[in-house]
């Protein structure tokens, strides 16, 4: 399912999403400007290495700024173009700011922890989606009856629908744990974090509320 947008009005301008936006996709042009062996320094460097997280501590945060391809990139910052700015209107841009990075967290956290146990901890991890995810956990639980027009597949087509926020994002999270499970026994073969998409989502959802701004009214 790609989301094409929200049908959900916001009234701020989201100047932290637009930021982290702008900040990833400036990051990934200097990614793709590099040679190859200099590319590979570099994510080594600033990607996150369950191994060596205690020696390279800042590269929990860098991580989540950069990513591993184009396909990578365009989805990771189109989920967030459109679910970004109504969590920031609702959160502040400070606060959106600060859930933004402990989803992000929460999301290395999880995955670092499958890398040990089921193998893949000298895989260097990168990529905003963990923390994304915590953004669209966040929206279902402030959003959850919000109008979501997507492209759903429907058998060998695809068709525009639109979706209730809990129905497409439910779906959305239903995915990622299935593809999580189905594919653990290779997670040290790298490929897609998918346990960063679930603990993002789950670090997300339930803690939203500390972030919540006052004045307002849960839909």
Sequence with gaps: MIPIKDLNPHRSFPVVNLGIIALCSALWLYEVSLPKEELNIFVYEYGLVPAQVLSNPHTLLTHMFLHGSWLHIIGNMWFLWVFGDNVEDRLGRFKYLAFYILSGLGAAFLQTLVSFIFGGEEVPMVGASGAISGVLG?????FPH??????VPVFIFLAF???PAFLFIGMWFLIQLINGLVFLPFAGMGGVAWFAHVGGFLVGYYF???????GFYYM
């Design 138 to 142: 966040a929206y279902l639980r402030l």
């Design 146 to 151: 919000a109008r979501i027009l997507a492209l």
């Design 161 to 163: 629908m639109e979706l």
């Design 208 to 214: 939203v509320r500390l972030f919540y701004r006052k």
